[in-house]
């Protein structure tokens, strides 16, 4: 074996494998960007020569979290509107297509690759906004500024972009050096924006800024009239015509009954697709999904879930691949992804009323090669594998709620938290070790975040929503009323 760069010593290795090994005492020797070996160092003795070594005594190596379905800008609106939905809604739309700027985005994108490499998550999918509803692509420099915090974060975001939902043109404002001004943005110019980013920025595995399509959802009620589905039959043609000539992923947010089998006869699955949140489903669902090899996001921690249920188990009984995701940093939630595993797990057990369902291995798998199988990237990341992609996590496991030792998969996924991931390396880059993050200047993510969010809500006129309701206290429900 050539002399590595890194050398991993004394690990519980977690490789999620084809084998599904958990290696105590392991070693993981790292050559470049890719695992150039893992074994026993009882059965093995590890190479010698290694540039680095990192002691990973009392931790358990795992492949990088994945998570598969967030939103920017989320990261700057956090708890805002909290408790009523609607409300909620109208605050995303107000920020981000009114009284957002690109100095807000790389704001927003910053602080939330911090969180993520933080909390272990070295790989995500998010869209451009707060869903097909609100997506910034009326000007490429919403998707430059996340794209080029991603590249400064070292990670890797697969930022997905595409179209509004009719009728066009949207009217997006902008706040440039000049005058506020109100912008009437057609379909065709929103997809002309998406493809240049795509152009520019589509290079995951190398500079680890993906670009993908995404376009709204629809159900049968929305397109009862012809010529609204005439419209959709051609909005979907230019987006699938687009997402084939380049070569991207596609993914959509909020599928509920019956809505991914509608969108199957629209042609818009396949291998290629991610679908979020898809509760409530229908046999003609299961059976699109079925049809079209597409991958079901489920976001368990999610107000979606609140309302519907993603039927997880039943998909993956029916041989359907699923992921776990965040749906993002906002209103109730963050990027913890093993709060969100120990989430689905009793989720689930709760609907069936069976603590065996859904077990932690699975779990894991859910946010790892379940995942990067989601991205099309099951023979590059999600397991420690040698030729892989060094994506690899440590998880200090000495700690009061991880003690005694012992059972490693179990006490990851109930047990485990973002705080207690130690070390993080990507593309076999040391990102963060012992917590520290050295080559990004912390304070100011979170100073510039506080600054943009504000000047943020300012410019919509929603500053009142940054403060919090007297309805939070003494009651069982809250209601949202006029203080």
């Known amino acids: 074996m050539d002399k590595p760069d890194v050398l991993l010593r004394n690990v519980t290795a977690m490789t999620v494998d084809g084998e599904r090994r958990v290696i105590e005492r392991a070693w993981i020797a790292v050559s470049g960007d890719r695992i150039l070996g893992i074994a026993c160092e009882d059965d093995t003795p590890p190479p010698e020569g290694a540039r680095e070594i990192i002691d990973g005594t009392g931790m358990v190596a795992m492949p990088g979290l994945i998570d598969c379905h967030s939103h920017a800008g989320h990261g700057l609106i956090r708890a805002a509107g909290y408790g009523d939905v609607d409300r909620w809604t109208e605050v995303c739309e107000g920020v981000y297509a009114q009284g957002s700027t690109p100095d807000f985005w790389r704001a927003e994108a910053r602080l939330t690759m911090l969180e993520r490499l933080m909390a272990g998550v070295t790989t995500g999918m998010t869209l451009l906004g707060g869903g097909a509803d609100i997506i910034r692509t009326d000007d490429p420099a919403f998707g430059d500024a996340h794209c080029g915090a991603t590249a400064e974060s070292g990670l890797r975001t697969i930022l997905a972009v595409g179209p509004r939902r009719p009728p066009f043109p949207r009217s997006f404002r902008r706040f440039d050096n000049g005058p506020v001004r109100d912008v009437a ?48 039959t051609a909005m979907g043609e230019a987006v699938m015509a687009l997402r084939e000539r380049l070569g991207v992923l596609f993914t959509q947010d909020g599928h509920r009954e019956g809505s991914i089998a509608l969108a199957r006869d629209f042609g818009l699955l396949g291998r290629f697709a991610l679908l979020g949140h898809s509760v409530d489903l229908t046999p003609e669902d299961f059976e699109a999904l079925k049809e079209t090899g597409a991958s079901i996001i489920h976001n368990p921690s999610a107000i979606m879930s609140i309302y519907g249920r993603c039927p997880v188990p039943e998909l993956l009984d029916a041989g359907i691949n699923v992921c776990i995701a965040s749906d993002a940093s906002a209103p109730d939630r963050g990027y913890d992804m093993f709060r969100h595993m120990a989430q689905a797990m009793h989720y689930h057990r709760r609907h069936f009323r069976d603590p065996a369902y859904l077990p932690p291995g699975k779990a894991i798998e859910l946010v790892t090669i379940d995942a990067a199988r989601a991205l099309g990237l099951e023979n590059e990341i999600g397991s420690l594998e040698a030729g892989k992609k060094a994506d690899i996590i440590l998880v200090d496991m000495r700690k009061p709620h991880l003690y005694p030792p012992g059972m490693p998969v179990l006490r990851i996924a109930h047990f485990a938290n973002a705080a207690d991931v130690d070390t993080v390396m990507v593309n076999g880059r040391v990102l963060m070790r012992g917590r520290k993050v050295a080559h990004l200047d912390t304070g100011d993510i979170m100073e510039m975040a506080a600054v943009e969010q504000r000047k943020a809500f300012e410019r919509a006129g929603l500053e009142e929503c940054l403060s919090e309701p007297a309805g939070y206290w003494r009651n069982t429900r809250y209601e949202s009323v006029a203080q």
């Open 185 to 232: 943005v057609t379909f065709e110019h929103q997809l002309a924006v998406s493809e240049d980013l795509i152009t520019r920025w589509n290079d995951v595995l190398g500079r680890g800024t993906g670009v993908c399509l995404m376009m709204p959802v629809y159900n049968a009620k929305q397109i009862e009239d012809p010529a609204d589905r005439q419209a959709i």
